[in-house]
């Protein structure tokens, strides 16, 4: 499949999720959110906009993420945290950023036309699955070079958003095209879904895990809505 067809599949695809959402089941299991920091775990964290970021998950992830993070130890390689919980406070912030740079970027843009390019990787803050503890962003550091993977559009932690970040874009290196099927393998095979959009976002038990999986409802939902 070309890059025209695939980003065009991926789309649509997008489209119908977003359709979707809003009235998709939830019967949340209130598994409650714990601190990856307290774990132990040999993880990195990438810094955060927030101050005093835990970087939470639901308690039943934890163990998820342990084993992720073990079989990269034993490639000499070490999981990084980018993001996880995120109030609607942090959601809205990280929106405002984004639409602040692009809008440098592209200074003669009306906001409508600002916000539909943001929204393309940054959902609005009442509609990031972020917010419900079901969803982690993360990338891979080698041990050996201190350096992050290359994914294909990332420098480092820095991550420039386009659609080649679609996870299975196929106008990519070799060796990014690797890199993403090592990070996604390995959370695919603990049950999460990466994202349509994100190579590096991955989802468990919230709304848009149980649509891509055809579950009949989520067990996540959104937690402390309005902070």
Not at 85 to 94: E, N, V
């Amino acid at each position: 499949m070309n890059a025209h067809a695939y980003t065009r599949s991926v789309e649509l695809k997008d489209v119908l999720h977003k359709q979707l959402e809003p009235d998709y089941p939830v019967i949340d299991n209130d598994s409650p959110l714990r601190s990856l920091k307290d774990t132990g775990f040999k993880l990195i964290y990438e810094p955060s906009i927030m101050k005093d970021y835990q970087y939470l998950i639901r308690e039943e992830i934890v163990e998820k993420i342990e084993r992720i993070s073990e079989r990269l130890n034993e490639q000499g390689k070490t999981l990084v945290i980018r993001s996880a919980w995120r109030s609607f406070k942090h959601q809205r912030l990280l929106w405002e950023q984004n639409l602040s740079a692009i809008q440098k970027k592209f200074p003669n843009k009306s906001i409508n036309e600002l916000s539909e390019i943001v929204s393309y990787f940054i959902a609005p803050y009442n509609k990031s699955t972020h917010t419900t503890g079901g969803a982690i962003d993360a990338l891979i550091m080698d041990n050996k070079t201190q350096r992050i993977l290359d994914f294909g559009t990332n420098k480092g932690l820095k991550i420039e958003l386009n659609k080649k970040c679609y996870p299975h874009h196929p106008e990519i290196s070799k060796e990014a095209k690797d890199n993403r099927a090592l990070l996604m393998g390995l959370f695919e095979q603990e049950d999460f879904v990466c994202d349509l959009k994100e190579y590096w976002h991955f989802d468990y038990g919230n709304v848009g895990w149980a649509i891509e999986k055809g579950k009949d409802h989520a067990f996540y939902g959104i937690i402390e809505a309005n902070q």
